[in-house]
T-cell receptor
Framework: SQQGEEDPQALSIQEGENATMNCSYK?????LQWYRQNSGRGLVHLIL?????REKHSGRLRVTLDTSKKSSSLLITASRAADTASYFC???????????FGGGTRVLVKP | ETGVTQSPTHLIKTRGQQVTLRCSSQ?????VSWYQQALGQGPQFIFQ???????GRGNFPPRFSGLQFPNYSSELNVNALELDDSALYLC??????????????FGEGSRLTVL
């Protein structure tokens, strides 16, 4: 079973716009991570946020975490065509432990 | 380029057959995890190996088995293949430091089709 549920399942935006996707999970966590996957290939780690953190930035990425609501959001600012991919949130109950992935959000950035 | 390599990239098997998938972890990484990703879904954890010992297992039957070798490379074996085993199999490695941070480095996967 998958712990995380992403919303929306699919997102289509114009280049330059911001893309926001959300993730909800069910149990307590040590950390939450976001990964990107291009067209059925391997996953690329984007950012990790620990349970005691509320917000984190990395380049054009901004992640928030609300442990009281068991939810997280990923914001991609000034999107580019190269950002077209599926984005997955994944939670870990303990550092170094298995990751439980959500179903992903498919993002299409139109040039 | 993550440095995690998997082979083969694609393969086709028939029901009842056995398959072995291979993974070379990134240099310096001693922990390997395997995930199964069905089409249109997120990856699901199969098991993890640390220093040649299984270190956690997901909800997969015993016909899914694995090995880790002294050089930290790993194999995933699936016996008695079923149609539902058709998926992308992803290997991910992490270092001892990575085990503290939780970041995984994924290979490109092996796409298995069972007919």
């Amino acid at each position: 079973s998958q712990q995380g549920e992403e919303d929306p399942q699919a997102l289509s935006i114009q280049e330059g716009e911001n893309a926001t996707m959300n993730c909800s999970y069910k149990t307590s966590i040590n950390n939450l991570q976001w990964y990107r996957q291009n067209s059925g290939r391997g996953l690329v780690h984007l950012i990790l946020i620990r349970s005691n953190e509320r917000e984190k930035h990395s380049g054009r990425l901004r992640v928030t975490l609300d442990t009281s609501k068991k939810s997280s959001s990923l914001l991609i600012t000034a999107s580019r065509a190269a950002d077209t991919a599926s984005y997955f949130c994944a939670t870990a109950k303990a550092a170094g432990n298995k990751l439980t992935f959500g179903g992903g959000t498919r993002v299409l950035v139109k040039p | 380029e993550t440095g995690v390599t998997q082979s083969p990239t694609h393969l086709i098997k028939t029901r009842g057959q056995q398959v072995t998938l291979r993974c070379s972890s990134q240099s310096g990484h001693n922990t390997v995890s395997w995930y199964q990703q069905a089409l249109g879904q997120g990856p699901q954890f199969i098991f993890q190996y640390y220093r040649e010992e299984e270190n956690g297992r997901g909800n997969f039957p015993p016909r899914f088995s694995g090995l880790q070798f002294p050089n930290y490379s790993s194999e995933l074996n699936v016996n008695a293949l079923e149609l539902d085993d058709s998926a992308l199999y992803l290997c991910a490695s992490s270092s001892q430091q990575g085990a503290l941070t939780g970041e995984l480095f994924f290979g490109e996967g092996s796409r298995l089709t069972v007919l």
